[in-house]
């Protein structure tokens, strides 16, 4: 059992921060003053605590207002082994409840940890520079100042920070007063900020230069980066942003509640993005895009990262939950948002067709074994989120179970439902049942006992569709890939593809009886979190047919392939059944469709992996599958491509380089040859190409480590890594390990984790 922490929420509420920061850059240190009004609560007491640290604390005082007026009281910090990240202040005489204000000096380091108040380190003109930036989620505010650090404990915040006088400062609300200090610094006040909890507070600092706009309703949106990056670059991502947050005001039905929005790119930055109130912070790959040498797959990662923060603003800054064990009400959300905010803005992406591409696919990979979190698990301390959320849970399973929710109860219901719950709860705090409540309401439905068995409860079902004729048994019971299951049972809306008797499945086996016996599939578009499993060959052959001729539509079939690929791992079906299914299809016109299919193949290669003859079978498949579609696309985009048709073909070349054809290899290395640096070729190629020149040993890694370690484009970066990463040879595969993870330290601390996944994924660097 892990340490559990005290709630401080329970005995102070603050209601206004009033906090001074100075920043040394010089130096590494901040010093600090804050003064927090609230209501001390509960039982008298002569202590009063706050959360902080690594933070010296240099003065405390508590003043009581009384109706006789204030009495200023001297606090004593006394020292406790057992207390944890706090501050615990003494007073001599007993506080009673009542409004108080606690004023502390405090002063701390800046560290390189990329959380609290941290340095990002870039290069600008052959000059290191820093900029200073926050990161406070999920619990990292009392690195910086002494506070309650719970997201219960809202309250205002004025702050005041004092900086070098020749950078920029952001920070949630815009700038209320400026001034220069008799010392050449600059005094900056921004405005009070709304109600809201610690971990949405954030900062800037730097030389940062941005491009701006405006919604329909005057809300200024900017962007920011580095002066190191073109400002043209921040374009895409400042448009998306204004399109965005005009759409969910609308979805919402409620407005945005600040008079500006920035967001800003950070050279270092631990995850991808941050949602802080007013002041969304990015790594430079999710903001950041070339208008001259333009990738689909890079804006529509920036656009899904910009709609998860921007849906945040509603669905946990407006309205947050009371502690973190509900973290998914914040993140399962904004997971599904970002879907269903670009599927308006962007028809022509099909983002239903890349939600069951990420989000189907990692929540059922990673929900079958034994061992894994519930969505909604029990969290003592804010330390322990780190390891109870696993992406794929929260993210993925989460947001898959919301759209569950939205097929089973409709949108309209859903928009109503998210209507009134923010007006109920806006500036506070909720648990699940609130927002089960609203929904209900709106749809006439049970939807607690719906939603509470799929999110407490960890794993997935497994449907056995057993038939006789017009009749189907359906019997539940939990899919397991690593040990057998024991019962288990969740409430399945069926959501199957023709009129059935029940739509929704609460017992464990179900009988239907149907008007005919023709086949019926359900789960129809996949957004039941379940593995279906048709027993009789019939409604077999009937899944081969609608999946070959593509009578049942793209997410549908995606779903498919994932059930043949779970249920082969899981010995179900044998894998050469379902490989059977799968070269069935090489006329699919969808490329999500086509990362399905490509699935169960990586699993036979990793399965024979070493065994020279099986690997050269499955290049053979490869090639058959691919070679008709890369025929017709070729290598370059045409302007009246499809964003379908340009996905497409960055699959079948990469089909049919992995299938080492010789000419689309000589292709690829005349690319190589005649490109001057890796900027030069076309983003969505860039990784192709290197990773050909790599495993045939053309590849100059010196020069091309140089423009790595030169560069300041992240999304260069990446394509380097993804492509050197594909080397085949011991000589090669040394060289890059050193130059990347290596003692060269070429490589950002927020990208070792990316250049980790790549080399353990090349079966030649894996040991
Ligand atoms: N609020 C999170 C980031 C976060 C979560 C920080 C928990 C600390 C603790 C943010 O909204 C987020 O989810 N970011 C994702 C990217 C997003 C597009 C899925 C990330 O950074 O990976
Ligand atoms: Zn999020």
Not at 200 to 225: M, P, Q, Y
Not at 475 to 483: S, T
Not at 620 to 641: P, S
């Amino acid at each position: 059992m892990g340490k559990s922490a005290p709630r401080l929420a329970e005995s102070f509420r603050p209601e206004n921060y009033k906090l001074s920061i100075e920043i040394d850059a010089k130096k590494m240190l901040f010093s600090g003053k804050v003064v927090i009004s609230g209501q001390k609560i509960g039982r008298p007491a002569k202590r009063i605590t706050l959360h902080q640290k690594d933070l010296k604390i240099t003065s405390a005082k508590v003043i009581k207002q009384g109706k006789t007026g204030n009495e200023t009281i001297e606090l004593e910090r006394i020292n406790s082994q057992k207390s944890f990240d706090e501050v615990r202040l003494h007073s001599p005489t007993l506080l009673y409840p009542g409004k108080y204000t606690v004023e502390i000096g405090f002063s701390g380091h800046i560290t390189e940890q990329m959380h609290g108040l941290y340095p990002c380190n870039y290069r600008h003109k052959g000059k290191e520079k820093k900029l200073f930036a926050t990161q406070f989620e999920s619990h990292h505010a009392r690195e910086v100042f002494p506070c309650i650090d719970e997201p219960e404990a809202k309250a205002t915040f004025d702050l005041t920070l004092t900086t070098p006088a020749t950078e920029s400062v952001l920070s949630n609300t815009p700038v209320k007063k400026q001034l220069e200090t008799q010392d050449s610094r600059l005094k900056t006040e921004f405005e009070t900020t709304p109600v809201m909890s610690t971990y949405l507070l954030a900062f800037a600092v730097g030389e940062i230069h941005r491009v701006t706009s405006k919604t329909k309703d005057g809300v200024e949106v900017n962007s920011w980066a580095t002066v190191a990056q073109s400002k043209s670059h921040l374009e895409y991502a400042n448009k998306e942003a204004v399109d965005v947050l005009e759409f969910f005001t609308d979805y919402f039905k409620t407005p945005f509640p600040l008079k500006k929005l920035d967001q800003i790119a950070l050279p270092d930055f631990d995850s991808m993005a941050m949602e802080n109130w007013g002041l969304i912070t990015y790594r430079e790959v999710g903001l950041l895009a070339d208008p001259g040498n333009r990738s689909q797959s890079g804006e529509q990662l920036i656009s899904l990262v910009v709609a998860h923060e921007i849906s945040h603003q509603w669905f946990g800054n407006l309205v947050t939950m009371k502690w973190w064990d509900d973290l998914w009400l914040n993140e399962s959300f904004a997971s599904i948002m970002e879907y269903v905010c670009l599927d308006a803005l962007h028809p022509d992406w099909h983002m239903w067709e890349n939600f069951a591409e990420a989000d189907m696919i990692a929540a059922s990979n990673r929900d079958v074994t034994s061992n894994v979190q519930a969505v909604k698990s029990k969290v003592n301390h804010p330390d322990e989120l780190f390891t109870l959320f696993d992406p794929s849970i929260v993210y993925a399973k989460g947001a898959r179970l919301i759209k569950m929710m939205y097929d089973f109860i409709g949108e309209d219901a859903i928009r109503t439902g998210l209507k009134s719950y923010f007006k109920e709860f806006a500036y506070k705090n909720t648990v699940s049942d609130d927002l089960w409540r609203h929904f209900s309401k709106a749809s006439g439905q049970d939807v607690k006992k719906l939603m509470d068995p799929w999110l407490t409860q960890s794993g997935m079902p497994l449907l056995n569709i057993h038939r006789n004729d017009r009749k189907l048994d359906i019997v539940q019971k939990r899919f397991l890939l690593d040990e057998n299951s024991d019962s288990q049972k969740w409430p399945i809306p069926l959501l199957a593809n023709k009129k059935i008797p029940t739509n929704l499945m609460k017992e464990e086996k179900l009988t239907l009886e149907l008007d005919n016996d023709e086949p019926v599939v359900f789960n129809r578009s996949g957004s039941t979190h379940a593995v279906v499993n048709y027993e009789s060959a019939q409604d077999k052959k009937y899944l081969q047919k609608v999946t070959s001729d593509r009578s049942i539509d793209s997410v549908g079939r995606m779903n498919l392939f994932n059930d043949a690929y779970l249920l082969s791992r899981h010995g179900s079906e044998s894998l050469s059944e379902t490989l059977e299914l799968i070269e069935n299809c090489a006329e699919e016109d969808r490329d999500s469709v086509w990362q399905l299919m490509l699935r169960p193949l990586a699993a036979a290669k990793l399965f024979l992996e070493g065994d020279e003859k099986s690997e050269q079978a499955i290049k053979q498949i490869k090639l058959k599958l691919a070679k008709k579609h890369f025929k017709n696309l070729g290598w370059d985009d045409r302007e009246t491509d499809s964003p379908n048709t340009k996905a497409l073909r960055v699959t079948m070349t990469a089909l049919m380089l992995q299938a080492e054809e010789k000419t689309v290899v000589a292709e690829a290395l005349s690319r190589y040859k005649n490109s001057r640096q890796v900027t030069d070729l076309p983003s969505e190629q860039r990784s192709l190409i290197l990773a050909t020149a790599v495993k045939n040993k053309k590849a100059d890694l010196d020069k091309i480590f140089e423009e790595y370690t030169s560069t300041n484009r992240s999304d260069v970066q990446r394509s380097i890594a993804a492509g050197l990463t594909a080397a085949k040879d011991a000589a090669s595969i040394k060289k890059i390990l050193e130059k990347s993870i290596g003692k060269d330290e070429v490589v950002r601390v927020q990208d070792i984790p990316m250049w980790f996944a790549y080399l353990m994924r090349n079966q030649y660097s894996r040991s």
